[in-house]
């Protein structure tokens, strides 16, 4: 992970049924991580946005100022998430998109499919996540309006 800084090494991971077992193979694969886990802690089913919320809380209260949510498909977690006008989740299927939400939309969560992404895939887009900065410029003016609609 090529952001060292402590403020972003606590990352923030909740999941629901659907993404358990790729939040804990991300865990694991990605010991340098400090992870807050938020749950869920197993295959039962449980709703996703009961898991959004609590990540969103958790950013909001300045427990983590990152986060990852992972769901069946990565779309219903990132739609719960995005009901939170602190949040902007991107939801990434490949490195490049995990690379632009930080530079070009300063994401401050990642939404994965444990269902649609595999495991190596969804490691590189976490590093490329939490190693990328956000490029500021032409890209802010942007973000500011997304607090106006």
């Keep these: 992970m090529a952001d060292k800084d402590e403020s ?3 990352v923030a991971i909740a999941c629901d049924h659907g993404g358990f ?3 804990q193979a991300l865990k ?7 992870w807050l886990d938020l749950g869920t802690h197993s ?6 946005p ?3 919320h609590k990540l969103a809380d958790a950013i909001r209260d300045g427990k983590a100022r990152r986060g990852v949510l ?5 779309i219903g977690i990132s739609m719960a998430a995005n009901r939170h006008a602190h949040i902007r989740c991107a939801l990434a299927h490949d490195v490049t998109c995990a690379r632009l939400c930080r530079q ?10 444990g269902r649609t992404t595999g495991e190596v895939v969804a490691k590189e887009c976490v590093e490329a996540f939490l190693g990328t900065a956000f490029e500021g410029g ?6 500011d309006k997304l607090g106006t609609c």
């Design 8 to 10: 972003t090494r606590l």
């Design 21 to 23: 077992a790729l939040k």
């Design 28 to 34: 694991s694969a990605l010991s340098d991580v400090t």
């Design 43 to 48: 295959a039962a089913s449980v709703d996703y």
């Design 50 to 52: 009961d898991f959004a």
């Design 70 to 74: 992972i769901c069946g498909s990565g």
């Design 104 to 113: 070009h939309n300063d994401a401050n969560v990642l939404a994965l499919g």
């Design 138 to 143: 032409r890209h802010q003016k942007r973000i």
